[in-house]
């Protein structure tokens, strides 16, 4: 068998195999493709569903910076092609009611394919339609923004409430390194945040082998480290838009999502630090504000929950701390690639703040750092503590 560890990103798709960690693995995407020029091979993605039509899915952002051209190609190639444009003006798009029901509109009874040029809120809205009607994606990748491109989870707004329903894994995966260099800096820094946000969730997942005996995976580990140190030495690069930087970035987010594949749950890439971030974007939902980006918030959270390593060390399970940086160190990561470092940065209110301290643990069952610290007896202690640090 090859290696995962040496292979390149273009080689994982299709993988099956018996790992040393006692489980066999399979990596059931069909097409990984990121390089400049890499809406160039959506034609040969797209070949297996040449009997019906293609409905090609962008906005108004969207379209100039690769959905003009992935409707090119695929006319050139001689595939039937439908075009949804969801013109949003100065509104952000959201994956509600409105957003789902018009994508679901436009399939016909040929349709054989959907492919979404976009980011976040496209690529969810998509996959989540797609999963529901038997239909497979692809999503050209617009922006470097978050860990979602291979996942099976779609973030989806319910009158009003925002959940995740399993849906299902991307067909293909199209990140043209051209595209990327246009999107937002705010989502290049959210996306990278997101990154940095591995370093707690790797720690997190070895302190829960440690302490309840949480199923491990040291490949996988392996397998997201390594992208992990590809970016941060590529990081100083990412304010500039330095394409190996973008590239870097967009393979270190898409591997995370072949760790979460491979595992089939989302450990590899989401601890304590993820549940700070749902629980401020619960919060700000529940005020009808719109949310901080995602990955904005995560990279702050985990600067926090380095700190929770470092206030808990003296208890730790041997070899749990080193796997922490100390909190300067993630600010400096966070830093060099442009992303922001506190939470009264990115406009956390004291009252919330606090609370989310206390409540986050709670998000979801999985065990974390900061239920370490309740159990412990710690959790009010460490809470006052950041409270005072940060809002005096
Ligand atoms: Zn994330
Ligand atoms: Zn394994």
């Known amino acids: 068998m090859e290696n995962i560890l040496t292979m390149p990103l273009s080689d994982m798709p299709g993988l099956t195999f018996d790992c040393a960690c006692g489980q066999r693995h399979s990596f059931p995407v069909k097409h990984l493709s990121i390089r400049s020029g890499a809406v160039d091979d959506l034609p040969a993605m797209a070949e297996p569903f040449r009997s019906g039509t ?6 108004s952002n969207t379209y100039p910076v ?41 399939v016909d009874k040929d349709t054989t394919l959907i492919v979404a040029v976009g980011s976040g809120v496209l690529n969810d809205s998509v996959k989540f339609v797609t999963s529901r009607c038997h239909l497979p ?22 009158e009003g409430y925002k959940y995740s329903p399993q849906a299902h ?108 971030s749902h629980h ?20 702050v959270a985990t600067v926090l929950i380095a700190r929770f390593f470092e206030e808990l060390s003296d208890v730790l399970p041997a070899g749990v701390a080193a796997l922490c940086p100390s909190h300067e160190e993630i600010e400096n990561l966070l830093r060099l690639g442009g992303a922001p470092v506190s939470p009264v940065e990115i406009g ?15 998000v979801r069952p999985r065990y974390s750092v900061m239920r370490f610290a309740m159990e412990q007896g710690r959790l009010e202690a460490i809470a006052d503590k950041l409270t005072t640090e940060y809002y005096g």
Not at 54 to 59: A, G, L, M, R, T
Not at 137 to 158: E, L, N
């Open 280 to 299: 401020w974007e619960m919060a700000y939902i529940a005020r009808g504000l719109n949310p901080i980006h995602h990955g904005i918030q995560v990279g």
């Open 348 to 362: 956390i209110d004291r009252e919330l703040f606090h609370r989310s301290m206390l409540e986050s643990y709670t």
């Open 169 to 276: 894994l991307t067909y293909g995966l199209v990140g043209d390194t051209d595209a990327l260099q246009t999107a937002p800096q705010e989502l290049v820094a959210a996306g990278y945040g997101d990154v940095v946000g591995k370093i707690t969730a790797l720690a997190d997942w070895d302190l829960a082998k440690k302490v309840v005996g949480e199923h491990y995976c040291e490949t996988s580990v392996q397998l997201v480290q390594k992208a992990l140190d590809k970016c941060f030495a590529e990081a100083a690069g990412l304010p500039r838009r330095k394409p190996e930087a973008l590239e870097a970035l967009m393979e270190a987010l898409t591997i995370t999502g072949v760790a979460m594949a491979l595992l089939n749950i989302s450990r590899p890439a989401s601890g304590a630090e993820h549940m700070i």
């Open 137 to 158: 994606y692809i999503i050209v990748a617009t922006a470097p923004s978050m860990d979602g491109y291979v996942s099976d989870g779609a973030p989806i707004i319910c």
């Open 54 to 59: 293609i409905v090609v899915v962008f906005d």
């Open 66 to 106: 690769a959905g003009e051209k992935a409707v090119a190609r695929l006319k050139d190639a001689g595939f039937a092609v439908k075009e949804l444009l969801f013109n949003c003006g100065d509104d952000i798009l959201l994956p509600d009611e409105k957003t789902l029901g018009r994508i679901l509109m436009e």
